[in-house]
């Protein structure tokens, strides 16, 4: 079963910042939050992933809080082409095996 | 750097016969793994390769089997096909040995059994 929680969908108005939250409160202390995203037909595309401290790339930023209980991926320029949806995970060990949730499906609107 | 690539992007098999989906992972990594994703599902993680070896496997029955090569490329057998085995099948490479590499996926093959 996936140690995520993740709200079903969101909107977001194109050009304003998409906050999406996740809840992982079982998460321990050695492992990784990951955040991929999927667009209609494509596979699952890398975001970001971060352990305790908050990160940032060219494509989001990852707050996580100080807990770990939970943390949100912040699109901070929400466009059309965003739209997709969007798994929060916890990466157990080093291996390959991801479990996904459900995710939370984003519509950015014009 | 190249993506990983899958081949081929869609296919229709019958019931009862054998499937084999093949897969180059990106340039530098090591490590391969297959993943199904049933329509409006998340994937699901069905095995992955290491030094061409399974090193890990999730509940799938046996008539799901794979290679990993030399070159790290990657096949996906399934024998037996039932009507069920419809999905998307995605693969995923990353480097072992660097702590939380990232895997890459694929964008899929999307298989019909009819």
């Known amino acids: 079963d996936a140690k995520t929680t993740q709200p079903p969908s969101m909107d977001c108005a194109e050009g304003r910042a998409a906050n999406l939250p996740c809840n992982h409160s079982?998460?321990?202390?050695?492992?990784?939050v990951y955040w991929y995203r999927q667009i209609h037909s494509q596979g699952p595309q890398y975001i970001i992933h971060?352990?305790?401290n908050n990160e940032t790339n060219e494509m989001a930023s990852l707050i996580i809080t100080e807990d770990r209980k939970s943390s949100t991926l912040i699109l901070p320029h929400a466009t059309l082409r965003d739209t997709a949806v969007y798994y929060c995970?916890?990466?157990?060990?080093?291996?390959?095996?991801?479990?996904f949730g459900a995710g939370t499906i984003l519509r950015v609107k014009s | 750097e190249t993506g990983v690539t899958q081949s081929p992007t869609h296919l229709i098999k019958t019931r009862g016969q054998q499937v084999t989906l093949r897969c180059s992972s990106q340039?530098?990594?090591?490590?391969v793994s297959w993943y199904q994703q049933a329509l409006g599902q998340g994937p699901q993680f069905i095995f992955q390769?290491?030094?061409?070896?399974?090193?890990g496997r999730g509940n799938f029955p046996p008539r799901f089997s794979g290679l990993q090569f030399p070159n790290y490329s990657s096949e996906l057998n399934v024998n037996a096909l039932e009507l069920d085995d419809s999905a998307l099948y995605l693969c995923?490479?990353?480097?072992?040995?660097?702590?939380?590499?990232?895997?890459?996926f694929g964008n899929g093959t999307r298989l019909t059994v009819t």
């Open positions: 995923a490479s990353s480097f072992q040995g660097i702590n939380n590499s990232p895997l890459h």
């Open positions: 079982t998460i321990s202390g050695n492992e990784y």
């Open positions: 971060g352990l305790k």
């Open positions: 995970i916890v990466r157990v060990g080093y291996g390959n095996k991801l479990v």
């Open positions: 340039s530098g990594h090591n490590t």
């Open positions: 390769y290491y030094r061409e070896e399974e090193n």
